[in-house]
């Protein structure tokens, strides 16, 4: 893109102070114009839904905007041609927005978080495949924090193209427990000790009601599956309770949980 400015010496050189009087008055006119409308926008805000951050960015790419104008307009009045004006503001604008495409990405995903919300600060949520409590959302990053308290934080343009489940909006979490038995155990009396925890354990929702299956088979073990649902505030806790009352039942039961096991055979004698 070829901009001419090969013409702006001789405009500098041709100012008068009438011009630079005209130019000053156009840019308080402007200044003014600015302030008047940001406030309006502003105030026209705060009676939406739209998120407080969200808002701020909107606040200052609309006024970023509207310096630019006032730039091409003061420009003008001064003698300037806009059209080479407008060409150099291109090409820096395209220069800017390749080197920052990566935040320009993130930014646009926090944008379509903050407008979309299928999260909110506080949920239970699995994104990209972390769970945990949303801590904050901005418009550049997402920050969960873990059962174990780490603090991971996730692009917000990974966000966008990812699944999101939302634990707190369901109001309810399934609590799956995978446990073998062994072969000699009756299927019967496994799944009614599987059941027998899950009643036992508190928490746990009756609706829907827990359930349990034989899931495949080992080679050491039959293994079984108990889902049973739980509120996403009492996930962790009671997945912990009812996992070890798995084993209780189990050990009353007599339901053996065996070990991986290898049989070795031995061909032949020793040589002598």
């Given amino acids: 893109m070829n901009i001419d400015l090969s013409g702006l010496p001789d405009i500098l050189g041709d100012l008068t102070l009438e011009s630079i009087a005209s130019a ?35 606040l200052t790419g609309l006024k970023a905007l509207m ?12 003698g300037v041609p806009s059209s080479s004006l407008v060409a150099l503001l291109g090409v820096a604008s395209l220069a800017v927005s390749l080197a920052i495409q990566g935040m320009l990405s993130n930014l646009a995903g926090g944008i379509m978080l903050m407008t979309s919300r299928p999260i909110s600060l506080g949920d239970l949520a699995e994104i990209a495949g972390v769970t945990g409590n949303v801590e904050e959302i901005g418009l550049m990053y997402t920050k969960l924090r873990t059962a174990d308290g780490q603090i991971v934080m996730l692009p917000n343009s990974s966000i966008s193209a990812e699944k999101i489940i939302n634990y707190t909006t369901l109001g ?16 019967n009396d496994v799944r009614a000790a599987l059941l027998d925890a899950a009643q ?10 827990p359930t349990a299956y034989v899931e495949s088979y080992g080679d050491s073990a039959v293994n079984y599956v108990l889902y049973a649902w739980a509120t996403a505030d009492d996930y962790w806790e009671t997945h912990f309770v009812l996992t070890a009352a798995v084993k209780e039942n189990f050990d009353r039961a007599g339901i053996e949980i065996p070990y991986n096991q290898l049989d070795v055979r031995i061909v032949g004698g020793a040589k002598t």
């Fill in 67 to 78: 310096y630019i104008v006032t730039v091409i307009i003061v420009a003008q009045s001064l």
């Fill in 24 to 58: 000053a008055v156009t840019l308080l006119v402007c200044l003014i114009v600015i302030r008047i409308l940001l406030r309006i926008v502003r105030r026209a805000l705060r009676h939406t839904q739209i998120d407080e951050r969200l808002q701020k960015f909107l």
């Fill in 172 to 187: 309810r979490r399934r609590i799956t427990v995978r446990v073998g038995a062994s072969y000699n155990a009756a299927v």
């Fill in 200 to 209: 036992r354990t508190e928490h746990l929702l009756s609706d829907p009601a």
